[in-house]
C-alpha cells in the first residue's frame, strides 16, 4: 500500500501522538550554512521554525576550511566536525557519532542515507533513542546497495532507522523494492515559505526590478542550482540554441555555483567535467553566478527550468512555484508528485532534448499560458506544500517516536 493516498500528498504528515514540552533534535547533514544548496535551506528554515516553537535543535556538519568549530545560528546550535586525512568520510562518521552522543537528543533525523544516516546509527545511545533518516533524492540507496558489502550497510540502516522519511513516490518505491519495511516509510514532501517567495502583483513592477537588476527585456527564462551532472545543465544548453534562433529577445539566466566554489559560477559538473565552452558563450546566456536574493530574482522571470535526471523534491522547484512562475521540469523524483503536465506546469521525458524544447518554445511564445500555469503552481505549494507543513508534520513524527519510547520503558 502506497503512502501516498487519494487525498493528497500531505495526507500522510500528521499522524503521531503529540507531546506537550520542547524536544532536543540533532540534525545530522554533510554540510550546513554558510554552504548554500537546497538540502542546507530546507534544513535550516526547519530548524528555525522548530526553534521558535521552543525546541533545541542541534546541527552536527561537516567542517569545511575556515568555518568555525561550533557557533549558534538562528538560534540553532551548529557543531561542525573535521575531516582528515584520506579516510575524511570515516573520520566524519567516527566525530558525528561521538557529537551525537555528547549532546544526548531527544531524537536524532539524519538528512541522507550516506555517511549522515551512518554516523545518527552509530551514534545511538541506545536502541530506543528515535531515529529518522530521509533519503535526498532517488538512487541513494540504489547506489549504496551496488557498492562492496552495500546490501549489508542497507540492512543495518533498515534495523537501526525508526522512520524512513520520503520526500516522493520514486523514493518510496525505491526503498520498498531494495526490502526496507514499508511500516517505516512516512511521506512528508518538503516545503517552502510562501510568504517569502511571493509574485509581484503587477506586471509593469517586474519591468522596473528588471532596470534594477540590469536584466533585459523580452522573455526570461531561469535555471538556478548546482553545477552537477544530475542537473543536465548541458541539456538545457543545447536545447536552448533552436529556442534562441527562432526568439532572438529570449535570454536564458543561469543562478548557481559548485558546493566547492560559493563565490561565483565555475563551468564543471560532475567530477570536474567541463561543460563545453560553445554551450555557455552562445547568445541570450547570461551567467550570474551565486545569487544571494533568490525571491528577487523569481519575481524578475518568467520561466523557471528544471531539466534534472535525478532528484528528490527540489527546493529551487518549490520556490519558483511559490513565486508564480511557469515552471519547466523532467518527470523525475518529487516533481512527479508536485506538478501536472500541462496544468501547473510543463513537464519533458528526461534527457529528452526535443521535447524540452518543445516546452521551451511554448512558455516562449504563449504569456497567457504562462500566467496560467503560474497561477496553478502558486496554488499547488501554497495548499500542499508550505515549510510550516513540513516542521508540523516531522515533529508529529518526533513525538511519536518519543511518547512510543516512554511507554516501553514505563513497560518495562
Known amino acids: ?33 554558510p554552504i548554500v544548496g537546497g538540502a542546507e535551506k530546507q ?5 528555525r521554525i522548530m526553534a521558535d516553537d521552543g525546541h533545541r535543535v542541534f546541527i552536527v556538519t561537516r567542517r569545511y576550511p575556515g568555518l568555525s568549530a561550533r557557533e549558534r545560528i538562528d538560534g540553532v546550535e551548529v557543531s561542525r566536525i573535521a575531516m582528515s586525512g584520506p579516510l575524511g568520510r570515516l573520520s566524519f562518521v567516527i566525530g558525528a557519532a561521538r557529537e551525537i552522543r555528547r549532546l544526548r537528543p531527544d531524537v536524532i533525523h539524519c538528512h541522507s542515507l550516506f555517511s549522515p544516516a ?16 530521509k533519503p535526498m533524492c532517488g538512487g541513494e540507496a540504489s547506489r549504496i546497495a551496488s557498492k562492496a558489502f552495500g546490501r549489508k550497510r542497507l540492512a543495518y540502516l533498515g534495523r537501526s532507522v525508526d522512520r524512513f522519511v520520503v520526500v516522493s513516490r520514486e523514493i518510496e518505491d525505491e526503498l520498498l523494492d531494495l526490502g526496507l519495511s514499508e511500516e517505516k516509510l512516512r511521506y512528508i514532501p518538503n516545503g517552502v ?21 540590469g536584466l533585459p527585456a523580452g522573455v526570461l527564462f531561469l535555471f538556478a542550482g548546482r553545477m552537477a551532472a544530475q542537473k ?49 558563450d552562445q547568445p ?27 532528484e528528490g523534491l527540489s527546493n529551487a522547484l518549490l520556490e519558483a512555484c511559490a513565486t508564480g512562475l511557469a515552471t519547466i521540469t523532467a518527470r523525475t523524483g518529487g516533481a512527479m508528485d508536485l506538478m501536472s503536465d500541462g ?37 499547488t505549494v501554497c495548499e500542499k506544500f508550505d515549510i510550516r507543513q513540513t516542521a508540523a508534520g516531522l515533529l508529529a513524527q518526533y513525538a511519536d517516536l518519543v511518547e512510543h519510547e516512554g511507554r516501553r520503558e514505563r513497560d518495562d
Open 343 to 379: 496544468q501547473n506546469g510543463l513537464m519533458f521525458a528526461v534527457d529528452d532534448r526535443s521535447e524540452l524544447a518543445d516546452a521551451l518554445h511554448a512558455l516562449a511564445v504563449d504569456e497567457d499560458l504562462r500566467i496560467r500555469l503560474g497561477a496553478a503552481a502558486r496554488r
Open 43 to 47: 534544513v535550516a528554515q526547519i530548524a
Open 118 to 133: 551512518l554516523a545518527g546509527a552509530i551514534g545511538r545511545q541506545r536502541a530506543g533513542q528515535p531515529l529518522l533518516a
Open 232 to 280: 543536465r545543465l548541458p541539456l538545457l544548453l543545447e536545447a536552448w540554441r533552436s529556442v534562441r534562433a527562432d526568439l532572438p529577445q529570449a535570454t536564458l539566466l543561469i543562478a548557481g555555483a559548485n558546493r566547492a566554489s560559493q563565490d561565483g559560477f565555475e563551468a564543471t559538473f560532475g567530477e570536474g567535467e567541463e561543460i563545453p565552452p560553445a554551450l555557455l
Open 284 to 310: 541570450g546566456v547570461r551567467l550570474l553566478g551565486h545569487v544571494d536574493d533568490m525571491p528577487t530574482l523569481l519575481r524578475a522571470c518568467d520561466v523557471f527550468v528544471l531539466p534534472s535526471a535525478r
Open 1 to 33: 500500500m502506497s503512502l501516498f493516498t487519494p487525498s493528497g500528498p500531505g495526507a500522510a504528515v500528521m499522524e503521531g501522538t503529540a507531546r506537550t514540552g520542547p524536544l532536543d533534535v540533532c540534525m545530522v547533514i554533510s554540510s550546513y550554512h
Open 193 to 213: 515559505d510562501a510568504q517569502r517567495f511571493s509574485p509581484l502583483h503587477h506586471a509593469a513592477n517586474r519591468e522596473e526590478l528588471r532596470l534594477r537588476l
